[in-house]
């Protein structure tokens, strides 16, 4: 079952926060610390109670699963822009030990059901370079290049 989160699913989306955090110092120990905690409790209680940062687990058992952190985006009509509402995924992951059984899929639908709700025009998300099992994964549920985003290490 895949349902809004509420402050008692804390502990669990901590672990799964401290996966995903695992990964990126894996990938960028220049930008992340391994076993660092991206939100505090107060910032990730008050997350969970924002309307505009809905926060969906995959639930079974009792048990969190898997996650998608989203942030409701609305682009206004300015200079060339038409005026459109994203749903961006800023965060989705699957416990190490559920991959491969459709959990992510299933969240990454419901992502799509509730953007096509609310009448979002597109859900959009960032992949970090290197990480390249999520770029297939987004890849094989159909999304595709936005933009690409660039940088210089000075």
């Not at 996966?19 to 110092?25: F, G, L, S």
């Not at 942030?71 to 989705?92: A, F, M, Q």
């Amino acid at each position: 079952m895949i349902r809004r989160a509420k402050r008692a699913d804390m502990p669990d989306l901590d672990r799964l926060l401290y996966e995903v955090n695992h990964i990126h110092a894996g990938l960028r120990p220049d930008l992340f610390r391994d076993g660092g905690k991206k939100y505090t409790d107060e910032e990730l209680a008050a997350l969970l109670a924002d309307e505009n940062r809905p926060v969906f687990v995959f639930e079974e058992d009792g048990k969190i699963f898997g996650y998608a952190f989203c942030i409701l985006v609305n682009h206004g009509k300015e200079g060339s822009t038409t005026g459109y509402r994203t749903v961006y995924i800023d965060d989705l992951c699957v416990d190490p030990a559920s991959r491969g059984r459709g959990v992510g899929r299933a969240l990454y639908r419901h992502v799509l059901d509730f953007a096509r709700g609310i009448g979002a025009y597109n859900v959009t998300l960032n992949v970090w370079a290197g990480n390249e099992s999520a770029r297939r994964f987004y890849e094989s549920v159909g999304m595709q290049v936005q933009k690409l985003g660039m940088e210089t290490i000075l």
